[in-house]
């Protein structure tokens, strides 16, 4: 793993249900204070190594300087003042595409990140077998591989990617039933999150 992501671990264990923003505010002889965001509640935690808070966050080890953090699945050192939020780390795959299983109104399926489309982009099919009502969208024409095509403008309720979840999200059905092949992650999404690229990792940071 590449220097600077290289602080960013995958860690084996589950995402909690509602994902956390963590702050390090203080650092002790023997513990860390961490300022814990999960939905509408704040609360400060007073952890020492291997403590867990309620929301799910653990304290994995410290420093004089740093505090290494583990929340939404994710391990990371923070500095004193620093906050890590809701993230996904992506992966390219041989051919240098994104590819990464998401959550549709809370039904999995698989996309690739495409920044050249302006929404999510759904075939048919596929919005059909995600529970997606298309047929009352915005009507609009779609360019496919096949040339135009008619499709509609839907707003799903939400959208995960790792432990980011985001609400409203427009998205584009095509009327054609298996284009595009696979979901596409565009920019109605990736509009609302910050993206760093390293090599070959992408990483996903959720804003306020």
Do not use: C
């Amino acid at each position: 793993m590449r220097r600077g992501l290289g602080l960013i671990l995958m860690a084996l264990v589950a995402t909690p249900a509602f994902a956390v923003w963590v702050k390090l505010v203080a650092i002790g002889p023997n513990y860390a204070q961490l300022e814990i965001e999960q939905g509408t509640q704040r609360n400060v935690r007073t952890l020492r190594p291997g403590d867990d808070a309620p929301e799910g966050v653990r304290l994995l080890s410290l420093t004089p300087t740093h505090a290494e953090v583990q929340a939404n699945g994710i391990a990371r050192k923070l500095a004193l003042g620093q906050r890590m939020a809701p993230m996904a780390l992506l992966q390219a795959d041989a051919s240098g595409h994104y590819v990464t299983g998401i959550g549709i109104n809370g039904r999995q399926t698989r996309a690739v990140v495409d920044t050249g489309a302006t929404g999510i982009a759904l075939s048919r099919n596929e919005a059909e077998r995600l529970g997606v009502v298309w047929q009352g969208g915005r009507p609009i024409t779609v360019q496919t591989a096949a040339g135009p095509r008619p499709g509609h403008v839907v707003t799903l309720d939400s959208v995960q990617v790792g432990s980011i979840v985001l609400r409203q999200v427009d998205a584009i059905v095509s009327s054609v039933p298996d284009a595009p092949a696979i979901t596409l992650l565009g920019m109605s999404f990736l509009g609302r999150v910050e993206m760093k690229q390293q090599g070959n990792q992408l990483l996903l940071m959720q804003l306020r």
